[in-house]
């Protein structure tokens, strides 16, 4: 609103100007919320017919109805039947596990490395770190796979584990965190003799903690969904990983929608739970990836 | 600080603080990537060294180079991969427009407006589902009519975060999973997608019968007419920050050029060039000139003749501005085109498409199915906060000034969103230049007929299924020099743009 449309809206009669302006801000906000509504209504579609086609009988898949004429539950059962899914789910969940818990603690020592000690040739060594994150991660794929020849680990979860523990986002992350912590803080802690080893365990890894939480969930997202790595290196069956088992599944029972969706589901949800319970911090997190530029 | 100890301790404590992790990033990543290097140098073929035979290594200078080009299919799963990248800009502002919408305040301050709200929600759902029951609706109907209710009551209860959650699942959740779940969805005879369109197309193919063809006509007119609408808004806007120093003349002529193409489309289509290719860039490129030759005459005619900000001064809003237009402009064209082939269409039978099965179909699908993954994605949380940062004085001062809506977008907001823009645009040409692996693999296997795949299952395939090592890893190599290319062409010109 211009001064001029305010100034005539004071001359006004006063109940008259304020319920007016109530009715348009309670028009809008509705509006607002309807429209929002629809739209994320639009973007939950496929999860809601993704819910129902998983309790559906086989017969009912592809019919108009999307609600099932008997809810059945067994289909979720008959997933861990169809296919080793538990394993999976462990195979996953173990691999993702680890890769974090690597990935934070070799990425959190090179940042403190990066960040709070001196010595020489230190930023040179950064600098080939940071080069590192533009090359894409095709190019390395078929030299790592050799590498996995001659180590022995093609098709073991030792070889899924190991490339991923090693990060250079995840080391830049961090040092970008550690960076903003005010460096009065490590002479004081020197002054009251505290070794390199006391600093980093005591002071800096406690007060980079956001930081380090945003890097784990990064990291176990990304790698319970990661794909390319363990579609080329795992051969036998029960050592698939979750998306890999899934496509299997697809590629051997996919005329099977119903149960297919079932085990979709289970593999969404821990992630819809991740989501709910870290949502704060993974908001942070993204920013803080971002402020980098 | 004090120096402790000698500069072989500092150098000693540094490195074992670094060593895991250098270790490790050297054994899988500086070492694989020298390899790689001469790995594409060089003529390792797995159907040339393998157990039964061995022709010797030796390296080839630029053969696999040279054979990328000569091969034809690198261009053509490139020239895939930047079809498929298209959809880029329009998550990038789907994912603005859903941040605009989340930062508005969805409870009207609080207070009286929140309990109106709510109570009128409450009855506007209760009224709804009593009305859809009374009807005898079908339960599906119900259950939609039901979960949108709770959706829409939980947001005025919750706020925002309800919203957020739900426009953000689909990107959290993307992986092998949801691509899956959409290859079902697209099913051409059982998924939903087509069990809903195969209905409403019977619908529009009855009407289009029924309707006497002026009527189609028309339509087909009337979207023709909406392009040289839309250039004559261009034409406005540009002519105005030009006037108003906020463009130079080279940008107002690029910008302009870049909206001649639909408008020379609709020229050479209606006065009869069949064979336009080839024609098409001296018309746009003439019409432009013309355009602007007229322009300066107005200029000049308005008494300001020689007031031109020269140089690329507000090049890459305009840019941005005129390519949004553009594919306005060709979306009206292709509608106008469609509205009026519908009767003849019409007569064989509309049908759904088959979608990911479809040769012409199944890159739109994938592009639809990105735009849902990626409209409530990270993008969108940046926005977010970048919106909360812009000073709320701007606003104030836009509306004292007296700007409308657009305006406020175009002056205060877009400006003060560049650097997120600059960031968020970066990044999705890097990931979209080296994505399309996991839908490919999962959903198509890069067909049909080859018209899913992309560079990065292309080099998938050479490596790992047709063993030509040394060529994907060319191909690879070929890969990350455009990414540099591109991404450095991004900071020289998008610097300037985040700065003006």
Not at chain 1, 100 to 110: D, H, I, K
Not at chain 2, 157 to 178: E, N, S, W
Request: hydrophobic share 50%; with cysteine; proline share 4%.
């Amino acid at each position: 609103m211009s001064t001029i449309e305010s100034t005539k809206e004071l001359m006004r009669k006063p109940a008259k100007r304020s319920r007016k302006i109530f009715i348009q801000k309670f028009l809008n906000t509705g509006i607002l919320n309807v429209f929002l509504t629809i739209l994320s209504m639009l973007l939950i579609l496929p999860f809601i017919w993704m819910l129902l086609t998983s309790v559906k009988p086989l017969s009912e898949v592809g019919t108009d109805s999307w609600i099932p004429s008997t809810w059945q539950w067994h289909n979720y059962l008959d997933v861990f039947d169809a296919i080793p899914y538990a394993r999976y789910y462990c195979n996953s969940l173990l691999i993702a596990t680890w890769i974090t818990f690597l990935q934070v603690t070799t990425s959190a020592l090179a940042a403190f490395s990066f960040s709070r000690l001196e010595w020489p040739g230190r930023d040179k060594v950064f600098m080939l770190y940071l080069s590192t994150m533009m090359l894409p991660g095709l190019v390395m794929m078929i030299p790592n796979y050799q590498i996995m020849i001659q180590l022995g680990l093609v098709d073991s979860i030792a070889g899924l584990i190991l490339p991923g523990a090693f990060s250079a986002f995840g080391t830049f992350l961090l040092r970008q965190f550690m960076l903003s912590i005010p460096s009065s803080l490590d002479e004081a802690a020197e002054i009251d003799g505290a070794s390199k080893w006391r600093l980093f365990w005591d002071i800096i890894l406690p007060l980079s903690r956001p930081g380090v939480i945003a890097l784990a969930i990064f990291t176990f997202v990304g790698n319970y969904h990661s794909f390319f790595w363990p579609l080329v290196m795992l051969k036998s069956q029960h050592k698939y990983t979750l998306p890999i088992g899934l496509l299997y599944f697809d590629s051997s029972a996919g005329q099977e929608t119903n149960l297919l969706m079932a085990a979709v589901v289970m593999s969404v949800i821990p992630l819809v739970f991740v989501y709910v319970i870290l949502q704060k911090q993974l908001v942070a997190g993204i920013q803080l990836g971002a402020v980098k530029g | 600080m004090a120096v402790k100890g000698s500069k072989y301790r500092q150098l000693f404590t540094g490195l074992a603080f670094i060593g895991p992790n250098i270790a490790g990033v050297f054994t899988f990543v500086i070492f694989p990537v020298l390899f790689a290097i001469l790995l594409a140098f060089s003529n390792w073929d797995l159907t040339k060294h393998n157990i039964f035979k061995d022709e010797p290594l030796y390296f080839v200078g630029l053969d696999n180079f040279t054979r990328l080009f000569n091969e034809g299919d690198f261009v053509r799963f490139l020239l895939n991969t930047l079809f498929l990248m298209m959809g880029i800009p329009f998550c990038v502002a789907g994912s603005l427009f859903c941040a605009m919408m989340l930062n508005k305040d969805n409870r009207g301050g609080g207070g009286k407006i929140y309990l109106y709200l709510t109570a009128s929600a409450l009855l506007f759902v209760g009224c709804i589902m009593l009305t859809l029951v009374g009807m005898g609706a079908s339960a599906m109907t119900l259950l939609l009519a039901g979960v949108g209710g709770t959706v829409l009551i939980s947001g005025l209860g919750f706020g925002q975060t309800i919203f957020r959650t739900l426009f953000y699942m689909p990107h959290f959740t993307t992986g092998v999973a949801t691509y899956l779940l959409w290859k079902k969805l697209y099913d051409p005879y059982d998924g939903p997608i087509n069990n809903v369109l195969n209905p409403v197309l019977g619908y529009v193919e009855a009407g289009v019968k029924v309707a006497p063809s002026p009527i189609v006509y028309m339509m087909h007119l009337a979207l023709v007419v909406v392009v040289p609408v839309m250039f004559a808004f261009v034409l406005k806007r540009v002519y105005r920050w030009w006037q108003d120093g906020d463009l130079g003349s080279q940008g107002a002529f690029v910008t302009i050029l870049i909206t001649c193409i639909p408008i020379a489309v609709l020229v050479m289509k209606f006065s009869g060039f069949v064979h336009w290719t080839g024609k098409l860039e001296a018309v746009a490129i003439g019409g432009a000139s013309v355009v602007m030759l007229l322009l300066f005459a107005i200029k000049w005619w308005n008494g300001k003749p020689f007031q031109i900000v020269e140089g690329m001064y507000g090049f890459g809003s305009a840019l941005a501005f005129s390519l949004l237009m553009l594919v306005l402009m060709f979306i009206a064209i292709g509608l106008s085109m469609v509205v009026g082939n519908l009767p003849e269409m019409a007569q064989s039978g509309l049908e759904a498409p088959h979608w990911l099965t479809d040769y012409h179909w199944a890159k739109p699908s994938l592009m639809i199915m990105g735009f849902w993954a990626a409209i409530g994605s990270n993008n969108m949380l940046l926005y977010l906060a970048a919106l909360t940062n812009v000073p709320k004085g701007l606003y104030e001062a836009a509306e004292i000034d007296g700007a409308g809506r657009f305006q406020t977008f175009w002056n205060v907001t877009w400006p003060q969103l560049a650097p997120t823009t600059f960031f968020i645009a970066v990044m999705s040409t890097i990931g979209g230049l080296q994505g399309g692996f996991e839908a490919a693999r999962t959903m198509t296997e890069g067909g049909p007929s080859g018209a899913t795949t992309t560079l990065s299952y292309y080099i998938y395939m050479e490596g790992f299924q047709t063993g030509r090592l040394s060529f994907s890893a060319a191909l690879a190599w070929a890969l990350f020099i455009l990414v540099f290319t591109i991404t450095l062409f991004n900071w020289k010109f998008g610097n300037r743009y985040v700065n003006d």
